[in-house]
T-cell receptor, first 113, second 115 residues
Framework: GENVEQHPSTLSVQEGDSAVIKCTYS??????FPWYKQELGKGPQLIID?????GEKKDQRIAVTLNKTAKHFSLHITETQPEDSAVYFC????????????FGSGTRLSIRP | DSGVTQTPKHLITATGQRVTLRCSPR?????VYWYQQSLDQGLQFLIQ???????AKGNILERFSAQQFPDLHSELNLSSLELGDSALYFC??????????????FGPGTRLLVL
């Protein structure tokens, strides 16, 4: 069945450095890839998404890249700040089952001062 | 704040019992989704309702049921509870039918503990 694998499960970076989280998906029909940030005690919040007709998208310090051939996509956070500490989830969905978003297992990102 | 509200925030109950979780979507959103988040299973889609009707079903147990009311709020009913049902339950909403690429906005969740 559909599967989204996410790595690493935990990531610790020095404040100001960059963080990269990688995901792979199994279903080649997947064409929408949102990323969610979940802070302690809160629900996941959409931070950026990318469609399959785009290879890269950037929003201030956050960027996402997509390689459809290899079926993987990545989240890049530059100039990390303490408020970036959270659990990040990648996800994938496809047109035929659009309601069903498949989530990765999450990455706990910690920013060291 | 996503605009999605969920009650209660915490719920503690015993095995075999039944509970009801409530969700109010963002103003104007017609779809409501329910997710279960547990340590071993991650974030799993349970069910979606659109404008009062069931739209999509995921990994929802037969002991669980949901409905969406005319005012668009939704309830998730969990019965014959087992220890393994302890988890965070999230509700999300979106503006339309849940079409491809439609953003889902998540509520703060209900933490269920079954003892």
């Amino acid at each position: 069945g559909e599967n989204v694998e996410q790595h690493p499960s935990t990531l610790s970076v020095q404040e100001g450095d960059s963080a990269v989280i990688k995901c792979t998906y199994s279903d080649s029909a997947s064409n929408y890839f949102p990323w969610y940030k979940q802070e302690l005690g809160k629900g996941p919040q959409l931070i950026i998404d990318i469609r399959s007709n785009v290879g890269e998208k950037k929003d201030q310090r956050i960027a996402v890249t997509l390689n459809k051939t290899a079926k993987h996509f990545s989240l890049h956070i530059t100039e990390t700040q303490p408020e970036d500490s959270a659990v990040y989830f990648c996800a994938a969905s496809k047109r035929s089952s659009a309601s069903k978003i498949i989530f990765g297992s999450g990455t706990r990102l910690s920013i060291r001062p | 704040d996503s605009g999605v509200t969920q009650t209660p925030k915490h719920l503690i109950t015993a095995t075999g019992q039944r509970v009801t979780l409530r969700c109010s979507p963002r103003s104007g959103d017609l779809s409501v989704y329910w997710y279960q988040q547990s340590l071993d299973q991650g974030l799993q889609f349970l069910i979606q309702y659109y404008n009062g009707e069931e739209r999509a079903k995921g990994n929802i147990l037969e002991r669980f049921s949901a409905q969406q009311f005319p005012d668009l709020h939704s309830e998730l009913n969990l019965s014959s509870l087992e220890l393994g049902d302890s988890a965070l339950y999230f509700c999300a909403s979106s503006v339309g039918e849940g079409g491809y690429q439609e953003t889902q906005y998540f509520g703060p969740g209900t933490r269920l503990l079954v003892l």
